[in-house]
Each structure stands twice: as structure tokens, then as C-alpha cells.
């Protein structure tokens, strides 16, 4: 193994070059860490630079990882996170410390909870005063703070060890449940100086990073058995059945056995959403009368009750998982399937010609009776708002909808409240993997990062369609999309609030109320600040001509949608996750 072959003889300073390597023949750990990334395979990082790292990013840039620069680490790190989603490969996000780390921080944490595969890189600063709390720059313990967030950490302290590290963190990240990894380089490792001729003995490819898991025999019979007895059987996808790119062996399996299937948001079109087995409008015919429900790369959380609620207590399910933990956390799972989900469908397919199914005849009939009733109604709503005036949320998406559903191609973002429910069910998805929203922490603010990853990592046309309060988190990296001239066309719903614009401030001063943002906001002026086609519209035809000129121009669009500052409620669907409803404090 390589040694240094300089030691600084005394602290190194907190830029990162404490000493000069003498090229050619010698490099710093900036070099190695830049090579060994390219080495396993990296080719795009997202992140924002400064002290220590900035020299790095220069160096990566050079040797062609291309970096994409933003204007918050957060963003940069969303970007990251649905770049590893849609890539299968670790998303890397960079950082600078304290702060920067913190704010990057947000969305390795975010990946982790929704097992996206990604690695935010942050550069430290140097260990002993950190340690002894010397008040150092930008000094803190940033191992210790990323540990009970991201799926594995590590330090890196000297630079013969960062092959070593970026090899371990690529395989944490994209093995088993995959997820956000941390990995902390200080300042005096960034800067440190080999060899070269030592520093190149050290990259290797990790072989096998995400290597396939095969269930047990004896858990396919065991799963197939029941799903053979089920007189009402139901599948739910979920975004782990997308993020294994089996969209074809799924499709055969529900197509073989007939088993009507129910999307979670993100596994919309992993199945045709209008499929004739879609049981996408009768989710609560599924969760009541379904007797044996399979759930494949799907959790039993609280987007589905927690297997409580609506849920019969009858209900038999087969689990299949990558995550042996996951079984019975929530209700006891009767046929737990774990392996990789290629694996245990190819398992199960395999042996599907060995059981013969006993649904209900009337089962399927009847949901598709359900959906068309319910479709209808859907539909009717949609025409009954078509021409309201101011816009609600329905009026626009009856616009959008035809256009973004004859598009199928163009990935869709979407986060908000109602923005996000609305427009989820109201946009039909046909392709695997293109919608991505704020997901199993229902969060918002992963908007322009998301639709810049998206962009990048697929090279498509992404729609992100965005609430007016959700867009103010990210809003200012819409300028990263304009300076990357990306094909993204942002979508802003403005109702003027938090939920809506009709807030009471309580107290009857001047102060706007909690939830009220602001109705007359022009975010298209936004957009043309940074040089994107702007459009504001104010009735369907205007966002009829906007949404398809944008759409079509390839070019980065900012479309400012008036909404009636009433359109919309508390919290959209999930209001009942409030505690009380609004009490008046008399004094
Ligand atoms: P949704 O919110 O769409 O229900 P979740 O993120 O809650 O999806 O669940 C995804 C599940 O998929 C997780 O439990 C995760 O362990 C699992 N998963 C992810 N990738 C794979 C894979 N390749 N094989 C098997 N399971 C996977
Ligand atoms: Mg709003």
C-alpha cells in the first residue's frame, strides 16, 4: 500500500492545497478522489462549491464529470437523488463544510427515507480542532451529524484511502435497500500529496456493487400458493417495482395471472395507468375487500394507513422486498418474498405454469365497473371547471392534462398540496419512471432539483408542475435549469398561499396570514431574469397556447398559472394529519 510521500511539517491551512505537489509527478488527494469517482463509473456531479472543495470541482470538471452547478445545496442534492433513481447508479452531490454540508444534508437524508441511490461528498475542516472544539472555520463534526441520516458514513483522512472510500461508498448505496450515502473528506486529505505513480496503483472498480439476491424456493412456493387461493387478489406497485427496471417482467406477471394492480404515485405508468387491470380509481374497494394483496417494492407506511384503517383484517399479504426488515412492521406479512425484485419475479414467473389461480370471475368486472363510474365522474369535473374564472386548480389541469397525457415521453415533477393531489390524479402516466414528486415524506421543495436531475440524467423533456408556496423553496435554482439550458418547463400554480390565499391573520393586524404567500406574484419575472420564455396566463386559452409552445420549444419555460386565491384547501388530501382543527385563543 502507498504511503504519503510528504508529510506537512506543520497544521496544514484551511485552503486545500497546504502543500504544492510537484507535477507531473505528484498529485493531491482533489486528483485521486476526482480519478477514482470517474474510475467507478461517475459521470455527472451536482453541487455547489467553495472552501475546500472548489479546486476539486475543477479538477473533475477536466478530466469530463461534468458538473452541474447550483444555487443551494439542497437542490443540488435532490438533483442527485433522482438522478441515482433514475440511473441506478449513485447520484453524487458535493458540498463545502458546515452549512453547505447541513443544507446537502437535507436531501441525502430525503434519498435515504425514499432508498435513492446517492453520495454527497463534502469536504471537512480539519479534524484536531474540530475534536477539541477550537473554534476552527467552518468547524463541525460532520461524520457524526450525517451518521444517523444517511445509510452508511465514512471519513476519509488521508488521500491513499479515497479509492477505498468511494468504492465502499458506491456499494452502499446502490446494494440491497438502496439509499444516500455520506462521505466526508477533510481539508488536509483534499490537499495531501503522493506520488502519482503511487496514487495510480490504487483504483479499482468494485465488482458486483448491487449484486442480485435470490429469495428462497420455499418463499416463491409459499407466496404463489396464496396468491393462488386469493378470491379478490390486488397488486400494488410501489417505486422500488420502477426503480428495478423490470418493466417488462412485471407486465407479464400481472398480464399472466390477471391480478388488477394499484400504482403508488411514483409506479404511475410502470403499468399504464388506463391498463384494463388498473385499479387506480378503487383504491378503496382494494384496501376493503382484497383478500390477498401483493405488494412488490412497495411499504406498508402511512401512504398506505399503515395496513390500518380502511384495511379488511383480513387481508393476507405477500411482501416482496429487498429489505428483510421491512416485513411485519406494520401488519404481519403471511408471504414475505426477499430478494431483489428481478430475482423473485423471475422466481415466480418461473413457477406461475405450477398453480392455477381461483379468483372471483366478478372480481375484475366489477372494479372495472367501479373505475368507469368513477372515471366519469372524474372526467365530469374536470369539464364542469374547464372555463371557471379566476382559474382553479381543475380549470388548469383540464388543459394540461390532454396535452402532458398525448406527451407521454415528457417526465413529470410535481410537488404542492393540492397542486400535487390534483395533478397525480389527474394526469394519466403511460412510462415507467416518468413522474417524480416529493414522495414518502410528502415533502416540499425538491422541485427544481428534481426536474434538473430528471433532465440531465434521462435527457429528456421534464414538466415540473409546482404550488406556488412549494416552488419558493427551490425557485431560485430555476436559474440553474436556464444556465444548463435544459428542456424543463416549470408549471407554477399560484393560488397565493400555503394551500390557498385566503388565510385570516387571527390577530387583524397587517401582517399577512401563516399560509398567505402572494396572489399578484409574478414568477414569470422571475424567469425572464435569468433568461427563460416566460409566460403569465390568465384563462385556459392563454395556458393552452403556453403550455404546448413550451412543451415543444425545448427550451428552459417558466409558465406563472393565476389561480382564484380560493382554489384549494387545508393540507389537500392529508388535512387529517393536522391535530385539532383551528382553535381561537381568547384572551
Ligand atoms: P412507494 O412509496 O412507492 O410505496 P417505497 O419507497 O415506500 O415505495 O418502497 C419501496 C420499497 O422497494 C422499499 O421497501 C425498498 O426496500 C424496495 N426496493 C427498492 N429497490 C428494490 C429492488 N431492486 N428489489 C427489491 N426491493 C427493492
Ligand atoms: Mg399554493
Redesign the pocket.
Known sequence: MATTTAIPSKTPAQTATPQTPAYPGQVTGMYILAKALKNVGIDTMYGLVGIPVTDFSYLAQEIGIRFVGFRHEQQAGMAAATHGYLTKTPGVLLTVSSLGFLNGLTATANAT???YPMIQISGSSERAPIDLDQGNYEALDQLNVAKGLAKAAYRVNRPQDIPTAVARAYRAAVS???GGVYLDITTPCLGAVMDKSEADKLFFRPVDP?PS?HPSDQAVTRALKLLASARRPAI?????????QIDDKIRQFIEKTGIPFL?????KGLMPDTHPLSAISCRSTVMEQADVVM?I???L?W??SRGQGKWSPDTKFIQ????PT?IDCNRPIAAPVI????S?IDAMLAKLPTIKMSADPQWIPSLQAEAKTKNARFAQRLADNANTSPMNHWTALSVIKPILESNPDIILVNEGANTLDDTRNAVNMALPRHRIDC??WAIMGMGMGSAIGAAIASGKKVVAIEGDSAFGFSGMDFSTACRFKLPVTVVIFNNGGIYNGIGENLAKTPDPAPTTLDINARYDKLGEAFGAKTYYVTNPDQLKTAFTEAISSGTTCLIDVQLDAASGKESGHIGYLNPESLQHITV
Do not use: F
Open positions: 427515507v425514499n432508498c440491497g435497500r438502496p448491487a439476491q400494488i406497485l410501489g417505486k422500488g417495482a420502477a426503480y428495478a400504482p403508488m404515485s411514483m409506479a405488494l417494492g412497495a411499504r407506511n401512504l398506505l416482496l422486498d429487498i429489505e421491512e430478494g431483489d425484485l428481478e423473485s414522495a414518502t
